[in-house]
């Protein structure tokens, strides 16, 4: 464990499909494709949405798992 950028941690979830299906009813309001919401995603760990650029104690490298939208 240590910090880096949670884009870079494997509890850090920004794919638009498990963002809406982890959210209910986000689809009601808009989109998680939405260019608003950027690279921003969830901490499966802390359950907290996050920017890709937060950091936090519990950061564990994601490997070769490729993120983006």
């Given at each position: 464990?240590?910090?880096?950028?949670?884009?870079?941690?494997?509890h850090f979830v920004n794919d638009p499909k498990r963002i809406e299906s982890s959210i209910p009813g986000l689809n009601t309001l808009s989109?998680?494709?939405?260019?608003?919401?950027?690279?921003?995603?969830?901490?499966?760990r802390l359950d907290l949405f996050l920017s890709p650029g937060a950091d936090c104690r519990y950061f564990e490298q994601d490997g070769a798992e490729q993120k983006g939208t």
């Open positions: 464990m240590g910090t880096a950028p949670c884009f870079h941690c494997r989109s998680a494709y939405a260019s608003v919401r950027g690279e921003a995603g969830l901490c499966s």
